[in-house]
């Protein structure tokens, strides 16, 4: 007679009636290659912004974002200070070569936030040029605009005044 009584395989360890896997098996059963771009996409859930997620392991070790999962099992430690950013462009692309270890700073103006765009454009919102911006503490404020509001005010302060 067959023994049919269920043994778990080496990487699967039983807690009652449930199985739990290895992160790095959850991870490969969520991911489809796409063979143009090399894009590991991620199939599981997302968070609303289109970045993977998946849980750490236990349900209080709480959720990892797939890309830094992948890149901290496939490529090691991501230093304080710096973030992995998609050269892809795609959120839920997964692949650890398809990351670059930046700055807050750089990933936020490689980005497609409107004040990133306005950045690289060289413009202040209103169609000025930055060059020769004033910079305060890292913010820049654009000469033409200051100037434009210090009038105005002057203009009012003398209509208050005066009348005319």
């Not at 067959?2 to 991870?27: M, N, W």
């Not at 807050?104 to 911006?133: I, Q």
């Not at 002057?154 to 005044?161: D, G, V």
Request: glycine fraction near 10%; charge should be positive.
């Amino acid at each position: 007679m067959k023994d049919y009584t269920f043994k778990p395989a080496l990487s699967e360890k039983v807690l009652g009636k449930r199985t739990v896997h290895r992160p790095i098996e959850r991870f490969w059963r969520h991911v489809v290659i796409e063979p143009t771009s090399g894009c590991w996409l991620w199939t599981g859930a997302r968070y609303p912004g289109g970045y993977g997620v998946m849980g750490r392991g236990r349900t209080d070790e709480g959720n990892i974002r797939v890309h830094r999962f992948a890149y901290l099992h496939y490529r090691g430690d991501i230093p304080v200070g710096l973030e992995p950013d998609h050269l892809c462009r795609v959120r839920h692309c997964a692949n650890p070569w398809h990351l670059e270890l930046v700055t807050r700073r750089e990933n936020f103006l490689r980005g497609e936030h409107p004040t990133a765009v306005r950045f690289r454009s060289g413009l202040c919102k209103y169609g000025h040029s930055m060059a020769d911006a004033y910079r305060d503490r890292g913010a820049r404020a654009c000469r033409t605009c200051i100037k434009l509001k210090y009038n105005s005010a002057q203009r009012h302060a003398r209509y208050e005044r005066t009348g005319q």
